[in-house]
């Protein structure tokens, strides 16, 4: 039994677009589908299908436009269910507007999110569980998605590698970040993998070490 991570950044930012799987029961979820052109998305469809993997879940970390820019898309590809915070929402209604202003034309403000998860949650992938950790402060309604059992957490624009995210945005508070990520991140295994929403993954040992923040 083991756990397939893939990497694909995607968009001009760049976002890591994450597709995690468990490699007996093909299970996927998809996390943050940012992706913006026919390149990108063949990729990713490239990958789904040629393992054979089974989409499961759309799960967003948080839904700032660069984050969501194929949400109808995936959709539409894949009929898989979306996962994110409620409290988010204002966000994603902005989107399409915040990426026009980028020059990208996407139409994504009537997209469904099909699930609203409160801290705490579970989803599955065969055998493996993944836990919703709300940890606001990026924005309200970030979330980490966490796999205990494969020591891994998917931590969208919370946590990076020797920086956190940032706290000017609309819903944004510093001290929440700060206080949500010692208290609950931290506090996980020093051999976490941290597979952040832009740039290189990490772990929480490391983080605690050499991260100036904390
Ligand atoms: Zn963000």
Request: glycine content about 8%; aromatic content about 10%; charged content about 20%.
């Amino acid at each position: 039994m083991s756990i397939i991570v893939k990497k694909f950044p995607v968009n001009p930012f760049p976002v890591n677009c994450f597709i995690v799987a468990d490699e007996d029961t093909k299970q996927a979820a998809i996390i943050d589908p940012g992706y913006i052109n026919d390149n990108e998305r063949n990729l990713i469809s490239d990958y789904i299908q040629t393992n054979d993997l089974k989409l499961k879940y759309v799960l967003l970390t948080h839904m700032h436009f660069d984050h969501v820019l194929a949400l109808s898309d995936i959709k539409r590809m894949t009929g898989a269910p979306i996962y994110g915070a409620e409290e988010d929402l204002f966000l994603l209604k902005n989107a399409s507007s915040q990426a026009a202003s980028f020059g990208f034309k996407i139409d994504i403000e009537d997209t469904k999110v099909d699930h609203f998860l409160k801290d705490g949650d579970e989803l599955h992938l065969g055998e493996y569980n993944i836990v919703a950790i709300s940890v606001p402060g990026h924005s309200p309604g970030s979330i980490v998605y966490y796999i205990p059992k494969a020591g891994i957490m998917f931590a969208g624009d919370v946590l990076f590698r020797q920086s956190i995210g940032r706290t000017d945005l609309p819903g944004g508070d510093y001290n929440t970040l700060i206080n949500g990520i010692k208290s609950k991140l931290l506090t996980l295994p020093d051999d976490t993998i941290v597979y952040s929403g832009h740039g290189a993954e990490t772990t929480i040992g490391y983080e605690k070490k050499y991260n100036s923040f904390f």
